[in-house]
């Protein structure tokens, strides 16, 4: 008996020992771990949603912004009569009462409303409040605010119902954007009453970061003006446009047609929004890739623009095939300098030819054709080029003058701006910084990155001399801008499908850069069969850009400069005179003068105060010159 008592004593004692060593291990080792799940079991989450982080443009204007929308979250197990509170709900929300009843009554821990639960206005929030539903709460959210609707959409893109970004900039950086939730705790038993001792819990959401973009919304405002007038009067199958400051790859505007509204984008084809065409198309570039063969044949020193001289029948021979320039005659005997004036396919096969091949490509590599620029959108294109061992006399000889090989519009730009730069090509880009909204910190998102030097500043001058001239007295010549040396070249290429051209359907464009002698701005615009009209880019889009830069580069605080080129009339040219002084005359000496406008005069005194347009502004013969009189 006693040795038996001993064991029991013992064993006692040793299971005594280990369930205190238990209970201290799990109070005091494993207390914190299993206090938090037991928190989670008992606890209730009500999301707080984060503000995404604002867009603006490159002066501070919000281009994107955020509208408060809450949403409604229901706790099943608080809900005490599911019936009534989902009839009351409903008729608050518009929504089926059967649809709220079977939420509230699903066995889960929270449930929240989709449909016309999520994002409600302010009102129909507060309204919601005043039911005062036991089980019924309203967590924090918001929606974007497309401040400029279907302005720059293929840029900004849009967010889907979670907010995450889809497209565009809002999904290229979504992640910073977008911030972290926060949210409200609440402590229930399984019948959800509050459990004693627990306080709710408030994490402040963490709203995203700011970001600024190269984009400057007046630049932007004027490009779509002149592609809203293009859709209106050529009725095109697309249109686009890309603004650039040569000298860093900033885009300062961009824009494609057809556009949409963010805020509505599931109204329209995905075709549409899918689609940034600047970046993404791919198409044969037409005469405005000869910028490339010029800048390649002046870096080699192979033409001398003034003193060499070309004879174009309209037509050369290459290997058996005959490649015809736009005009059927010919140019007859020019300059090289003129074959650029005059967009002369013949001249440009010779500038191939004296090249060679491989170097040829070698230069179009160089400018960056071929891969993707980098720039911060997704979607781009790399664009078609012959491969070395495909590129023979023939293919050579079209791509001199831009046919028989696709580019993007992006990779133009990009191309001609290191051609006209002084001979750098840069990364273009869109993002410029980032703005943390709680303390006001800021970080560069992209700064200005050289990829490589193509060619030498001197060849860049002469490139830039030549583009000129073809705005002054070439076929750029409707791109004309009094006051401003614009520079560019026209660019006609016809479509292809199924290994085909199609008859009369081309992509007309026309891309240019002012001052000619300090560049600001490249712009390039591209009408996709336009209609009702003839299918040329001197015809259709280089106006276009000649109005663009006429607005721009005001904004852009370029000043009007005196010396300039003298535009070479045509036939059909309107007749231009400057408008005389006229500011204190008198009514008797304004009738003897000669001059070519219609004097309007207004007001009752006796001398001439004030004029519009102003004496020295050119305008066509017979346009209206309003005087005041004190």
């Known amino acids: 008996m006693r040795v038996r008592m001993f064991w029991i004593l013992f064993l006692s004692f040793v299971a005594f020992t280990a369930l205190i060593i238990r209970t201290g291990y799990i109070q005091l080792i494993n207390g914190s771990e299993l206090t938090e799940k037991a ?98 709460w309203i967590g924090e959210d918001s929606i974007r605010d497309y401040v400029l609707e279907d302005r720059l959409a293929h840029i900004i893109g849009f ?91 900033a885009i300062l505007a961009m824009s494609s047609r057809p556009s949409y509204d963010p805020a509505k984008f599931s109204k329209y ?137 696709a580019v993007t519009p992006i990779q133009q730009v990009a191309a001609v701006s290191a051609a006209i730069n002084g001979g750098v090509l840069y990364r273009p880009y869109i993002a410029k910084s980032w703005t943390n ?3 006001g910190e800021k970080t560069p998102a992209h700064e200005p990155k050289k990829v490589r030097r193509v060619i030498s500043e001197e060849t860049s001058s002469e490139v830039r001399r030549a583009l000129e001239s073809v705005v002054a007295k070439g076929t750029g010549r409707n791109a004309f801008v009094d ?7 026209t660019g006609t290429a016809q479509k292809a499908k199924d290994g085909r051209y199609l008859e009369n359907n081309h992509i007309v464009s026309f891309i240019g850069m002012a001052p000619a002698n300090d560049p600001k701005v490249v712009i390039y615009t591209a009408i996709d069969n336009p209609k009702g009209t003839v299918q040329f880019g001197g015809t259709v889009a280089a106006p276009i850009v000649g109005r663009m830069m006429a607005d721009v580069l005001p904004l852009l605080g370029v000043e009007k400069q005196e010396k300039q080129l003298e535009k070479e009339k045509n036939w059909n040219d309107p007749d231009i005179i400057k408008v005389p002084d006229l500011v204190g005359l008198t ?9 070519n406008v219609d004097i309007v005069i207004e007001g009752t005194g006796k001398k001439v105060v004030s004029q519009s347009p102003a004496k020295g502004v050119k305008v066509e013969r017979g346009s209206k010159v309003r005087v005041l009189l004190k």
């Open 39 to 136: 928190e989670e079991l008992w606890g209730r989450s009500i999301p707080a949603q984060p503000e995404r982080g604002l867009i603006l443009d490159r002066n501070g204007v919000t281009l994107v912004g955020n509208k408060h929308a809450p949403t409604v979250y229901v706790i099943p197990a608080q809900i005490e009569d599911a019936k009534t509170a989902a009839k009351k709900l409903a008729a608050v929300l518009g929504e089926k009462e059967e649809l709220l009843y079977e939420r509230m009554t699903k066995r889960s821990s929270i449930e929240r409303l989709s449909s016309k639960g999520r994002h409600i206005s302010i009102e129909t929030a507060r309204k919601v409040t005043n039911l005062q539903l036991k089980g019924v």
């Open 483 to 489: 006051g401003y040396r614009v520079g560019g070249k």
């Open 437 to 439: 909204p709680r303390t």
């Open 159 to 249: 967010t889907g119902a979670d907010n995450q970004g889809l497209a565009g900039i809002e999904a290229y950086y979504d992640k910073k954007l977008s911030g972290s939730a926060g949210s409200l705790q609440m402590y229930t038993d399984a019948k959800g009453n509050r459990m004693p001792g627990l306080t709710d819990e408030y994490v402040e959401p963490k709203n995203g970061l700011d970001l600024q973009l190269t984009i400057d919304a007046k630049v932007q405002a004027v490009v779509e003006r002149e592609l809203d007038q293009a859709e209106k009067k050529y009725k095109p199958d697309g249109a686009m446009s890309i603004a650039m400051d040569p000298n860093t790859g």
């Open 587 to 595: 009514k008797k000496e304004l009738k003897q003068q000669l001059i």
């Open 269 to 405: 084809d995905p075709d549409v929004y899918n689609r940034n065409l600047p970046v993404w198309s791919t198409f044969e570039p037409g005469s405005t890739f000869k910028i490339i063969t010029l800048a390649a044949a002046l870096e080699e020193k192979k033409v001398n623009l003034d003193k060499e001289h070309f004879s174009d029948p309209g037509y050369v021979e290459v290997e058996g095939a005959r490649l015809r320039c736009w005009k059927r005659q010919g140019h007859g005997n020019q300059t090289f300098l003129e074959v650029v004036q005059n967009s002369c396919n013949p001249g440009f096969v010779e500038l191939g030819s004296r090249l060679g091949e491989k170097k040829l490509f070698d230069y179009i590599r160089k400018f960056g054709f071929g891969e993707k620029t980098g720039i911060d959108l997704y979607g781009e294109g790399t664009g078609i080029l012959f491969s070395e061992e495909a590129a023979g006399p023939v293919e050579a000889a079209t791509t001199a003058f831009g046919q028989g090989v």
